[in-house]
Structures are given as structure tokens and as C-alpha cells.
């Protein structure tokens, strides 16, 4: 069974930076699309940023140029890196991985039920 865990969410803010990290118990097939999703209480998850298995990336239009996904394939390990971080950011932010592209994964993924979900880290951020 593999798991995603989360971690690095917090208070911040508005302005200041955030880097949360997912680790995955095991190798996941690397051709997955690996991805972080957030979700405000009440709205659909949605997609904000995801790798694929070469490495290129895609961002959501809301979060570009202030968010940073990565991965350290050694460790097993997914980052986002979120800078100047604004108000509409607080969310339950989620790390996914899905058999999917990533462009499709990240414009449809936060209604599906399949692939792999972590549990969520909170980012709160304050005026």
C-alpha cells in the first residue's frame, strides 16, 4: 500500500514563504504524475502544481511564478515551494500521484477518487 504524507503546512503571513514536502512510503511507477492539489472548505480540490516524469512541469495559472514543485526521486520525496504567499492561499494543500499526464491530472484530477491522495497539511495565511 503506498502512502503520502505531508508535511510543512502552518501559520504564515501574507508575503512570507512556505515549503511543504509529501514523502511516499515506496517507489511509485515513475511515470506517474506527481502533483499537489488544495482545497478550500465547501469547493472542489483543485490542481495548483505537478511534475511529470521528465520533469517538466505545470502550473495552475492562479499560482505561477510564485510556486515551485520539485522532487528528489532518492528520497521518495515531493516538495512545493510558495513564496509571497496571499491570502487566497489558505487551503488544505494535498499531494497526489496519478497514471495520468499531468496536464489532464491537474485540470480534472480534484474530482476523481482514484490514484493516490496523501492526508493534507494546513496552510493558514493572515493579513
Known amino acids: 500500500q503506498v502512502q503520502l504524507v505531508e508535511s510543512g503546512g502552518g501559520s504564515v503571513q501574507a508575503g512570507g514563504s512556505l515549503t511543504l514536502s509529501c514523502v511516499v512510503s515506496?517507489?511509485?511507477?515513475?511515470?506517474?504524475?506527481m502533483s499537489w492539489f488544495r482545497q478550500v472548505s465547501g469547493k472542489q480540490r483543485e490542481g495548483v502544481a505537478a511534475?511529470?516524469?521528465?520533469?517538466?512541469?505545470t502550473y495552475a495559472d492562479s499560482v505561477k511564478g510564485r510556486f515551485s514543485i520539485s522532487k528528489d526521486n532518492a528520497k521518495n520525496t515531493l516538495y512545493l515551494q510558495i513564496n509571497n504567499l496571499k491570502h487566497e492561499d489558505t487551503a488544505m494543500y494535498y499531494c497526489?500521484?496519478?497514471?495520468?499526464?499531468?496536464?489532464?491530472?491537474?485540470?480534472?484530477?480534484?474530482?476523481?477518487?482514484?490514484?493516490?491522495w496523501g492526508q493534507g497539511t494546513q496552510v493558514t495565511v493572515s493579513s
Open positions: 515506496r517507489s511509485i511507477d515513475s511515470r506517474y504524475c
Open positions: 497526489a500521484a496519478d497514471p495520468s499526464t499531468c496536464v489532464v491530472f491537474l485540470q480534472y484530477g480534484g474530482a476523481w477518487t482514484s490514484g493516490y
Open positions: 511534475v511529470d516524469h521528465d520533469g517538466s512541469t
